[in-house]
C-alpha cells in the first residue's frame, strides 16, 4: 500500500563543501477519492455518457415503436433524470429540430416535448425520440476537461429503422450530479450548415 | 476591516439545564483573491466576454472596410489570442458556416481562416469576419457557472453595412486564461432550424 | 427580468472612414443556476459553515452535560454527517489534540472518536466536545475560493464553562455536497507555538 | 489514433418485437488538454510538488551552510515565488514555529521572513530554512483532488546537519498557477501535540 521512493536531490550549481548525510526518502500513502462528487471528471467517463446517451435515444425509439407512446415517454422521462442535470438547475439545450420562440430548452418539461412531443405547450414538436432510430455513431472532435467539468464536441450519426442516415453537429457539457454521476448541462446540436 | 458577529446559539430541541456564558463572538476579516486564476467566474465577466466578442467581430469587419485584408487579419490575430484559448489546448470550436470534413476547428489556423479567409488549406472559408458587419445584439437564454468555468447560450444577431440581419444559436465556454482573464475553449454556432 | 444595456463600440486606433449604423445593443437574460452542486461557493457559505462549526461544538458539550453521553454521541455522528464529508471519501483531518500513530483521522469512526471518545480502537481520545464549551469566536486570517472549493485560515478561540479559553490555529477546506451544502473535507488544527 | 467501439445496445425489459439492424458503432477521437491551466491537478503532480518543496528546502540550507544568507535568501525567493501563490493574491501560510500576533503569514514578505530571517519587521523569525537540513522524507496520510486543486495532509520529516530529526504534521493545499505549474496556496505547518 505504501510506496518508497528515494529521492536524489538534484540542486543545480549547488556547490556541497562538506557531504552530509544526503539520503531522503519519502513515503507516499495517498488516500485518494476518485469517485466523489468533486473528483475531476475523467475521459471514460465522458465516452461513457455519450454512449449511454445513444443506447437510451435507440431504447426511446424501439420502445415507441413496440410498446406505443405511453411507455416511450415513461422511459424518456427517466432518460432525462439521469442524464440531464434539470433538477440542479436550468440547462443549456438547444436541441436539433427547434425553432424560434422555443429554440432553447432550459426546463425539463421543454426537453421532454422535444424527445417525445405531445405537449400542446409546446404545438411544433413531433418527437425527436419516435422518429424509429436504430443505431448510432459518435466521432468526437474534442473533450476538453475542466476541472471537475467536461465538454465534448463532435458529430453524432443516427440510423433509423430504414436505415437512413441523419448527421448531426453536436456539443455536450458536463458536471456531476448529487450521486457521483455526470449530468448534462449543456446541450447544442444543429444539422451541418449547407450553402444554398 | 474586521467584521464582528455575535452568535446566538439555537440549537433545536436542546434543553439548557443552567445558563452558561452564552455569549459568543465571531470576528471575520476574510482576505479573498476574486480576481485570481482560480477564482469562480462570475456573470459580470462572461457578459463582458460576450460584449468585447461582439465588437471585436465589428471592429475586424470595419478594420476590412477601412483598411484592407492584411490590417484585419492582424486584428483578427490578436483577437483570437486574448479571446480564445489555443495557447492553452485544442479548443472546441463549431463556427457557423463552416463543412465537413473542415467543421471542427481546434486549431487556431483553423479559426483564423474562418474568420478571415485567405487560407489555402482551408478553401472553403471566405471569411465571416469579413462581412461588413456593424452591430451586433446578444440576448442570453442561460449562462452556467461551474467552479471556474462556464458556458452561455442564446442567441447572436449581426446586422451588416446594408442593415442585412443573420441571426444565430450560440454557445460559448470558457475558462480562465494564465492572465486571469476569461478564455473561449467551447464556441458552437449553428443557423436556425428551419423545415424544409 | 431582461437587461437591455446600449453598448457604444471603442476599438482603439481604428479609423471609420464612413458611418454605418452604429448603435449595437445587447439582451442579457441570465438563467444562472447558484445554489447547485456545481456552484462557486461564495465567502458567506463559508462563514455561516464555520458559524455551524462552533454552535454544533457548544451544542454537543452542552447535550453532554444536560443528558449525558449517549446523547451527546448521538448529536456528534449528526454533525458529522452534516459538516463533514466522509460519506464522499475520505477527510483531511488532523485533529488539535491527536498524537502518532493516531494523529490523522481520514475516517468518520476516528472523528467521532476525537469529539466524543469512548472507542477502545482510539484509548488516547477523551472526547475534544466534552470539554463543557459554551462559546466560541472564529477570526479568519483569509479565505480563499478556488473554482467549487474553498479554504479557511484562521484563529478560533473556545471558552468552557468556567470561563476558561483555548485558542487554536484552525485551517478547513470545504466542497460542496450531494445536496449543495458544504462538506468539510479538510480539518487542520494545532495548539499555537510556544517556544521552551 | 481513432478507437472504434461496436455498441450492443442492452436496454433492461425492452421486448424487440422485430429485428432491426442493431450494430452501432462509435467512433472516438479525443483531443485533450491534460496540462492545461484548467486541467485537474494529478495526484503524480502534487507528490511531485512535495518532493520539490523538501529538495528546495535543503538546498536553501545547504546555500546557507556554504554560501552565507545572501545566497540563501536568493535562493529562497526564487523558491517562493516558484512553489507558492503569492503572485496569485494571498496564500494561507500557517508556518510551524510562529507566534501571534505574526501567526499567519498571507504575504511573501511574511514567508520570506519565516524561511531566512533577518526581517526586522518579523523579530521572532530566525530563518527556518537555516537549520541545516540535510535531508527528508513524506508520509501522506491522504491526497484529496477537488477540481483543479489539491490538498495533501500528512508528516514530514527533516534531519539536520548532526542528524538531528524534527517531524511536523503538513497540509498543502494547491492549484496551478498561470504557467500551468502548481503552486501552494495553503500551507499549515504544526508540531506535534504533547500532553503536559
Do not use: C
Not at 105 to 128: C, E, M, Q, S
Not at 154 to 172: F, I, R, S, Y
Not at 175 to 182: A, N, S
Amino acid at each position: 500500500m505504501k510506496r518508497f521512493v528515494l529521492f536524489v536531490p538534484l540542486v543545480a550549481g549547488l556547490a556541497l563543501a562538506y557531504a552530509p548525510a544526503l539520503a531522503h526518502t519519502s513515503t507516499i500513502a495517498p488516500v485518494v477519492a476518485s469517485s466523489a462528487i468533486y473528483a475531476p471528471i475523467t475521459v471514460a467517463e465522458v465516452e461513457a455518457a455519450q454512449k449511454a446517451w445513444g443506447e437510451a435515444l435507440v431504447a426511446i425509439s424501439t420502445e415507441y415503436d413496440t410498446k406505443g407512446h405511453a411507455a416511450a415517454k415513461r422511459l424518456a422521462e427517466q432518460v432525462l433524470d439521469t442524464a440531464y442535470g434539470y433538477t440542479m438547475g436550468p440547462v443549456l439545450f438547444k436541441p436539433t429540430l427547434t425553432m424560434a420562440p422555443q429554440t432553447f430548452r432550459t426546463t425539463r418539461d421543454g426537453a421532454l416535448a422535444y424527445f417525445v412531443g405531445g405537449d400542446k405547450a409546446y404545438p411544433n414538436d413531433g418527437g425527436f425520440a419516435l422518429k424509429h432510430w436504430r443505431k448510432f455513431q459518435l466521432e468526437n472532435a474534442g473533450i476538453v476537461i475542466a476541472g471537475n467539468t467536461a465538454i465534448s464536441m463532435g458529430n453524432l450519426m443516427l440510423w433509423d429503422d430504414k436505415n437512413n442516415m441523419t448527421k448531426v453537429d453536436k456539443t455536450w457539457g458536463y458536471v456531476r450530479g448529487g450521486d457521483g454521476k455526470l449530468r448534462i448541462v449543456l446541450h447544442h446540436s444543429s444539422l451541418p450548415y449547407t450553402p444554398k
